[in-house]
């Protein structure tokens, strides 16, 4: 009997290049990837691919397809106090200024408005998923599933009272509601996220290892950002901050330990112990002097090291592509070799890395059979790429977020050569200089 046609997919996508980010490495040239349904079915060499019946067919000459990139720690409404207090060290910047700003301007409309600014940045970076560390999480789980995009909403808490939260159990419950809201979203996940070792007791970092036990959910914390706070620590109880979460149950493979700049041989064997992913920030690191992320030697060790903007507040920019090439170029500076932190494994950092930090390495991070089609094209036409030897090379090291053209998260395009599909752009902007002139006094 004759084979039944096969089904047809609902979009073939015809770039120059397509890189998987895994097997490492490869960069596969003519060659179309097939989405149905939210999910990549098809990776084949363009005549092969064309043998597939679709219902939409897009050539994308000079394009590079890669997975979408995942900005694996921010603060995205602090988007709207992007510029307000540089050039200072951290603790500075934080208590003298920043505290005292979210103390009289956050509130849910700060939130909404700020994190909106965000996702749009960000959509328009190549940023297909971030991991947001802010209060009302409430307010931005509603903004992304509007938008499109996939998040880790990482839930604050703190030891005294925060916008949305009058205590930490507050915020825990909070939590735990709104992991109970969104448990089942296909693009929604939760973490708990005890903002630093200093700012947050044990006896709370005990109630949140007994919630993420029961959930099953990660813990997303500032750790080792300065040696001040390394330093403090250790005077204060003769251990490290990192020996003290190891010692409360905390880490595992679950746990997200952002910044991560100071690691001696004790921190980078706990580490390795218990399968922790580091989230490197260098561009803010930089920026507040708070130190260097070994980035080479985490990542001969073992570790899992993805990479975040931190907040517009301390970047400044929600540019993960430009994070990327800043921390290639740091990381051989801080290793002193140049071998260190190849193109290739920076674009992994960017991309499944940053995924299997946040838990979902089995749904994106690389373009593979029967994940989701979370996509970006890069268009590598322009005079700065020219001539091209390395596609991945010419990404990492000469190309800027202007060149991302198209993107889609679970098959749905967001981005349209360059513009935004779900968001009004000129609103969003418009609503931003209304902040900047009400936060300023002008």
Not at 13 to 18: E, N, R, Y
Not at 343 to 365: K, S, V
Not at 383 to 399: E, F, G, H, K
Request: with cysteine; aromatic share 6%.
């Amino acid at each position: 009997m004759p084979r039944p046609p096969a089904e047809p997919i609902d979009l073939l996508l015809l770039p120059t290049w397509l890189v998987p980010v895994e097997p490492a490495g490869v960069v596969l040239h003519d060659h179309g990837i097939g989405i149905r349904d939210g999910r990549i079915v098809v990776i084949a060499p363009r005549a092969e691919a064309m043998r597939h019946p679709a219902r939409e067919v897009r050539e994308l000459p000079d394009m590079l397809i890669t997975p979408g990139l995942v900005n694996a720690h921010g603060h995205a409404a602090m988007t709207l106090f992007r510029g307000l207090a540089d050039d200072l060290p951290l603790m500075s910047w934080l208590q003298d200024h920043i505290w005292p700003a979210e103390a009289k301007w956050v509130d849910e409309r700060f939130v909404r408005d700020g994190a909106e600014l965000a996702i749009a940045e960000q959509l328009k970076s190549g940023i297909t998923c971030f991991s947001d560390m802010y209060f009302y999480p409430d307010v931005v789980s509603e903004l992304v599933h509007n938008s499109g995009i996939r998040c880790q909403i990482t839930i604050p808490v703190l030891d005294f009272p925060i916008p949305g939260a009058r205590d930490a159990d507050e915020a825990l419950r909070k939590g735990v509601a709104l992991y109970d809201d969104i448990k089942h979203h296909p693009r929604l996940s939760v973490s708990f996220g005890p903002h630093a070792p200093y700012t947050v007791g044990d006896d709370k970092l005990e109630n949140i290892r007994v919630l993420v036990a029961e959930m099953d959910v990660g813990i997303h914390m500032h750790v080792h950002e300065t040696a001040q706070e390394v330093r403090e620590a250790v005077e204060r109880s003769g251990e490290r901050p990192l020996a003290r979460l190891a010692r409360l149950q905390l880490l595992g493979p679950r746990f997200q330990a952002v910044h991560m700049t100071q690691v001696n041989e004790e921190d980078l064997a706990l580490l390795v112990e218990h399968n922790c992913s580091v989230i490197h920030c260098p561009e803010s690191n930089l920026k507040l002097a708070s130190g260097f992320c070994p980035v080479e030697r985490l990542w001969e060790a073992g570790v899992n090291v993805a990479i975040g903007t931190d907040g517009a507040a301390s970047n400044n920019d929600l540019d993960l592509l430009g994070e990327t090439r800043t921390a290639a170029l740091l990381a051989k500076a801080v290793a002193g070799s140049a071998t260190a932190l190849d193109a290739h494994r920076a674009l992994r950092m960017a991309t499944l890395n940053g995924a299997r930090a946040l838990g979902l390495d089995e749904q994106i991070g690389s373009l593979a059979f029967g994940k989701s089609a979370d996509l970006v094209a890069f268009d590598l036409s322009g005079l700065a790429q020219q001539p091209i030897y390395d596609p991945v090379s010419q990404l990492i090291y000469a190309t800027g977020r202007d060149a991302v053209r198209h993107l889609w998260v679970g098959g749905k395009q967001l981005l349209e050569n360059g513009q935004l599909l779900r968001m009004d752009e000129d609103r969003i902007i418009a609503t931003a200089r209304d902040w900047g002139r009400r936060i300023s006094g002008r």
